[in-house]
């Protein structure tokens, strides 16, 4: 298996993943990566999205890539690595590493800023304390890789 | 071109509509019908979804089928028509004929109801008047097709 | 949890799932089907699609159907039941029940047809002795139920 | 409307394209790519995948990226005007501006190779001088935009 560091998902690629190319579409590397994310912080009781006073709080994304190295097959097991790189003031970054056994597939990455909402009007706001303190001890900057 | 009565919008299979096999998704049939009917009710000033009096209004589907009977391809212009065959006390129920030239690929059906929700509880309510005037007059019972 | 017998996956609604009204797209109820549907026949060493003497053999859906009781939510844990309700000589129909813990929220159904494909014709065949032999202990006709 | 120069489509917000914070879900941004990217070769009498000489030759991606600077919400009208800003050898890069009237709602990027594939195995090869042609005529390089 792979070496990247930290929380991984496994998922298999579903015939609905795939196109007319006979591999997984390139959209749903990025549906797979949500799911990482999402679980990632599920796994540390933290969610994308809640609300608190009145307001909902989340983690919208200001910017998306993937590199595709090989494609993915139907059937295919999937492990996505989830690798918590950058924790800004307001930001956060995350790589994804998409493993077939020791075959690295896809490098993706996600950065969202931390924002709040009233329904109308959407703000960036700095990441909470409570929530910075849970995922801290998480950070593993690209440089150290 | 078709016989089916009424509305139509015209859609072109995209490569992400289609799978391994070559052919759409049997499940994109469904995101086709759904464009069809919101452009449908658009076209008569009209919402699949809206606030009024601090709730929202709309017409979520309590049921939906395809009848699949020849393949869709990508690149393929599909003309899916609209034909509101049922206009009940708080439902409505659509057929959706895909037709490529003079073949019909697949006819959908979907039903909806008029729903209220506060954002926690969902309640169905009668179709109010004024939506109702404006849907009459495109009733078509399946019985008269 | 819920009385369908059999085969069952458990799968977790995700953020791309749904939709601005806040629940599961209905769309995606297709998905799920395709997923449990795969997954059952894989338990049994069989698949979706496969070749065979240079030809693809495999089984397209000739309809699909999902009646919406109750609207799934993100994060929602679903257990989709697999029933092979029909095993005629060229086709299979299944049901599916989408249960949250002891609700059902869904029920659907799709059927497909046993067919053959060099690439350019497709022709609905018988399905091979190897396959119904296979399947056949797992069939739980509808009346039965 | 917009400055950005080129080739564009027009296409709307659709419901099943939203998700639960109401807005355009990231990951169909790059869905919207590709039918510009699929709209504008086939404005040019060129595919994304063809047949030549018993092999499949094609424009796989190898990366892909998308910001995200204002929500795209349900039934906005979008154009995304497509921009080939690099033809290299083997390889194509388009970027991709998504405006609503005169507001840059995202700026994404798609790097496609000119592939050849025989069903099993997958090779870069040189873009056909009858497509680098036509191509030709429509690069923009970043630098003079």
């Given at each position: 298996m792979s070496q990247s560091p930290g929380f991984r998902i496994r998922r298999r690629v579903e015939?609905?993943?795939?196109d007319m190319a006979g591999i997984?579409?390139?959209?749903?590397f990025f549906r797979f990566m949500e799911v990482a994310e999402t679980d990632f912080l599920r796994s540390l009781g933290l969610s994308v999205s809640w609300h608190t006073h009145g307001q909902r709080v989340g983690f919208p994304r200001v910017s998306a890539s993937c590199e595709y190295r090989k494609p993915a097959r139907f059937e295919d097991l999937l492990d996505v690595a989830v690798v918590l790189v950058k924790l800004g003031r307001k930001s956060v970054s995350y790589r994804f590493d998409f493993w077939r056994n020791d075959e690295l597939l896809a490098v993706g990455r996600i950065s969202a800023v931390c924002c709040r909402s009233d329904g109308q009007q959407i703000e960036s706001v700095e990441i909470p304390p409570a929530i910075r303190q849970v995922l801290e001890p998480h950070l593993c900057p690209e440089a150290e890789l």
């Open positions: 015939f609905g993943d795939t997984m579409h390139f959209s749903n």
